[in-house]
């Protein structure tokens, strides 16, 4: 038995819950006791397992304070001849990194460094950390 792969719209917008619920620092059973769900909906929404129905799309929107359009912003799309994503769409992988604890983390506390010229610093380390264990591998 074949196993369907996620819709990457599905996929995508429950990144997008799951960024902004680690964002509001909310637990999956929060929002789960908050829209009268399991946290393993939460989870499979978030997945993109299982696909959020309109009504669902709302009341997240409403719970986690913020307007629907958030959630498929910079997006897949499916409109013919384009490409995957909307005009000006970060890449995936910038979302994808908000969406972890990790990413969010970082980015949070990089965002407090007031000092550009430490901030710029920090930038040039991080890219030496990473060209270094690219070279490693190879």
Do not use: C, H
């Amino acid at each position: 038995m074949s196993t369907k792969a996620p819709n990457p719209v599905d996929k995508y917008v429950g990144s997008r819950v799951r960024m902004r619920r680690i964002m509001l620092g909310m637990s999956q059973e929060k929002l789960g006791e908050a829209l009268g769900l399991t946290f393993q909906q939460i989870q499979k929404y978030e997945k993109g397992t299982n696909r959020v129905g309109a009504s669902r799309i709302q009341q997240i929107a409403e719970v986690l304070q913020i307007p629907v359009s958030f959630l498929f912003e910079g997006g897949p799309t499916s409109s013919p001849g384009k490409d995957n994503f909307g005009e000006g769409a970060s890449p995936t992988y910038v979302s994808d990194f908000l969406a972890t604890s990790e990413g969010l983390a970082l980015t949070r506390a990089f965002t407090r460094i007031a000092d550009s010229k430490l901030r710029r610093s920090i930038v040039d380390l991080v890219e030496q950390i990473a060209a270094r264990e690219v070279l490693e591998r190879s």
